[in-house]
């Protein structure tokens, strides 16, 4: 896809990572052959989004050991042909979070692919294989933040004036254009960016977005669209089904939790009790004078109660990793 020409600290993080893409797949997508062989071709209308469906479906899913060693694979040796296996095996993923976003974007969804895609080449960069969390789960969050920031770059109403090029344009542009024709001059793009300091094509982009009309949030989405654009907008409240499931997962853990403590007793049940699971928590140094042992100590018991923890719930609630990844 052509993008339009960007301020470079705007697209430095973006540049960044399709840079590291290319660092980690060199040599390896001429290697794959086409969806669709040269004698196999017909007169059929093309459609892009339909060919790249039909190539990822070539790519077999990895089961929760395979992720493990490619990314560990990667991560300590750098294998490029490791890396190439988890992207193309959750590129499917992408396309699912994409559709999902779609209904805010409503133009070309293999533009969100795409951004999504970028993502997904930042997660198996920073993934951490040691940590027990499922490579899907850890790159989804990626691959929704791509897509998200590209919506917000590329809707007018957010896009306008993001970077301090942008904001001069914004306020200066129409200015000086008025000015030149009052001095019987042809505001040209090229003329204007002299005289603004800034680059044509950035004159040009500018132009475009402030010549286009504004919407209203209540106005339709298409011509016969029966949705006003107001209800892409998200709800700030929590829905009903989002706060029966939470209230249900904290009761499974606080049972989890309550049956856990039962395995403890003296110093790690003080500790439980009165610094893991307390809303106001006792100090290492105070629990530490009670024993008589240092602070360094006191730590330790913690840290061993507290992987034991998280050895006994991942045992008792399925999927424990991904629903309560940020729990201790």
């Known amino acids: 896809m052509k993008e339009k020409q960007k301020d470079k600290p705007e697209a430095e993080d973006r540049a960044d990572s399709l840079e590291e893409a290319a660092e980690l797949f ?75 976003f779609s209904r805010y974007w409503t133009k070309s969804l293999l533009d969100l692919i795409q951004e999504g895609n970028v993502g997904l080449l930042q997660a198996v960069r920073k993934f951490d294989p040691y940590r027990g969390i499922k490579f899907s789960y850890y790159a989804s969050f990626w691959i929704k933040a791509y897509i998200l920031k590209f919506i917000m770059e590329n809707w007018k109403l957010v896009k306008i004036g993001t970077t301090q090029t942008q904001r001069k344009l914004f306020f200066n542009l129409a200015k000086e254009r008025e000015k030149l024709i009052a001095q019987g001059f042809d505001p040209a793009p090229q003329l204007l960016a002299e005289r603004l300091d800034v680059k044509q094509e950035e004159v040009e982009e500018m132009s475009q977005r402030l010549g286009g009309a504004e919407l209203s949030l209540n106005a339709p989405v298409g011509d016969e669209g029966k949705e006003a654009y107001s209800a892409f907008l998200p709800d700030p409240s929590v829905g009903v089904d989002d706060r029966i499931s939470d209230a249900e997962r904290r009761e499974t853990l606080l049972e989890n939790l309550s049956d856990f403590r039962e395995t403890l007793s003296g110093k790690e049940l003080d ?20 024993y008589g042992i240092s602070r360094e100590r006191v730590r330790q018991i913690q840290e061993r109660v507290v992987k034991n923890i998280k050895t006994w719930l991942s045992e008792k609630i399925p999927d424990f990793e991904e629903e309560f990844s940020n729990f201790v």
């Open 271 to 290: 500790i439980f009790d009165n610094r893991i699971l307390s809303e106001t928590p006792l100090t290492l140094q105070e629990l530490g004078d009670k």
């Open 26 to 100: 060199p040599v390896l997508r001429p290697d794959l052959a086409p969806v669709v062989q040269r004698e196999d071709r017909g007169l059929v209308p093309y459609d892009p989004l339909q060919l790249y469906l039909m190539e990822i479906k070539n790519y077999r899913l990895l089961t929760r050991e395979e992720e493990v060693e490619l990314a560990t694979r990667f991560q300590e040796k750098q294998d490029q042909q490791a890396a190439y296996r988890l992207v193309t095996s959750n590129l499917r993923l992408v396309v699912k979070i994409a559709m999902d």
